[in-house]
């Protein structure tokens, strides 16, 4: 059984910075394609980043585009979202998910095609 923890998340001012981390237990890390996504209250859940098995292949959605960094250490079995130029419009809180890839240059961007979920961290960004 695929197990996700979040951590990392917090209050930081408009402008900061954040560091999110995802650590995946129960089985291969590796042979998931990873995601970040966040959900703000009364809002949809978005996708924030996705990232392929072995790292080579990302995407960012415009609104966090050339701010936001997702990348992934394979023999630490965690993925990371590094976040900078932080803005209010970015409180939300942030889900880390998984889907177990065969071909290792795929990524996705719904929440439909993710199985697996963490909890969820809470980021809030103070103006």
């Known amino acids: 059984q695929v197990q996700l923890v979040e951590s990392g998340g917090g209050l930081v001012q408009a402008g900061g910075s954040l560091r999110l981390s995802c650590a995946l237990s129960?089985?291969?890390?590796?042979?998931?394609?990873m995601g970040w996504f966040r959900q703000a209250p009364g809002k949809e859940r978005d996708i924030v980043a996705t990232?392929?098995?072995?790292?080579?292949?990302?995407y960012y959605p415009d609104s966090v585009s050339g701010r936001f960094t997702i990348s992934r250490d394979n023999a630490r079995d965690t993925v990371y979202l590094q976040m900078n130029v932080l803005k209010s419009e970015d409180t939300a809180v942030y889900y880390c998910?998984?889907?177990?890839?065969?071909?290792?240059?795929?990524?996705?961007?719904?929440?439909?095609?993710?199985?697996?979920w963490g909890q969820g961290t809470q980021v809030t960004v103070s103006s």
């Open positions: 129960g089985r291969t890390f590796s042979a998931y394609v």
């Open positions: 990232i392929s098995r072995s790292g080579g292949r990302t």
């Open positions: 998910a998984a889907v177990r890839e065969l071909r290792d240059s795929v990524y996705y961007t719904k929440i439909q095609e993710f199985d697996y």
